[in-house]
């Protein structure tokens, strides 16, 4: 039977901390983007308290979540833990995220990837780009009961170990292989449009670094639309149609005014 917490409690704090992986999901705001569901394996993540929740997030070629999180009223994720082994479980953590970029600086006074670090203790891989931070509003414990036994066998370490061969190859001289020269590549975006990596799309700027095309076909994703707000082109139809309704009306309008107040002084 599935239960609903305001902040996560001792036991569901103790469980998670021992869990392998996880999964993150996040949406933009316009009804026509893309809902992102991510797999998130390894030991970085923690709790900061019963209601804040954080993971560093690792390089890879999509930027999704932290896209989701930076646009402007946005900031909705949920994180998902499921036992694979023991007594059938599954949490939720609901909640607003923020994005600590790697080489990013204080914003709004708020804190930054190596203050987070330090305060933290935290070691900080070659493929490290960001720590998210999830303030936790709502948690949802049920059973899990239809989710299958697996039995853990050892974590990757290809992407650690991908990104330590770049960050040697750039450190002798090839400037190349720079972790923000790949984030302009594939993390300046989402697969919406939405800006992603803030030190990525100024990289890729600075440097005239093309970012990737991402999804195909005649279903994908032309320019990013915000449901939530008026673009350009509609601002222009909206002056368009006053113009229009004001020359045809103010005629009358007028007429009608000439005769009330006409009429009404003879």
Avoid at 215 to 228: D, E, L
Wanted: glycine residues 10%.
């Amino acid at each position: 039977m599935g239960q609903f917490f305001e902040t996560i409690p001792e036991y569901l704090m103790t469980w998670i901390l021992e869990q392998k992986m996880f999964w993150v999901a996040t949406s933009p705001l316009s009804a026509s983007g893309h809902v992102n569901v991510s797999p998130k394996g390894g030991l970085y993540f923690g709790l900061l308290d019963d209601k804040t929740f954080w993971y560093m997030d690792l390089t890879g070629s999509g930027s999704e979540t932290i896209a989701h999180l930076h646009e402007p009223d946005n900031g909705r994720i949920t994180v998902m833990f499921n036992s694979f082994e023991g007594p059938p479980r599954i949490v939720r953590l609901f909640g607003h995220g923020s994005v600590l970029e790697r080489g990013g600086v204080h914003e709004g006074g708020g804190e930054a990837f190596d203050d987070f670090v330090k305060k933290h203790d935290l070691q900080v891989l070659p493929s490290s780009r960001s720590i998210i931070i999830v303030k936790v509003h709502q948690v949802a414990s049920s059973c899990g009961y239809s989710v299958p036994y697996y039995e853990f066998k050892n974590f990757r370490n290809t992407l650690n170990e991908t990104f330590a061969k770049k960050e040697e190859k750039f450190e002798q001289g090839k400037s190349q292989e720079s972790r923000e020269r790949y984030w302009a590549f594939k993390n300046a975006y989402s697969v919406d449009g939405l800006p992603g990596m803030k030190i990525g799309y100024k990289t890729g700027k600075q440097e005239g670094i093309a970012p990737i095309k991402k999804m195909v076909g005649p279903m994908a994703p032309r320019a990013y639309h915000n449901s939530r707000g008026f673009g350009l082109w509609a601002l222009v139809l909206v002056a368009v149609l006053s113009a229009i309704c004001g020359a045809f009306f103010q005629p009358l309008l007028l007429a009608t005014l000439q005769g009330i107040f006409g009429s009404s002084t003879s």
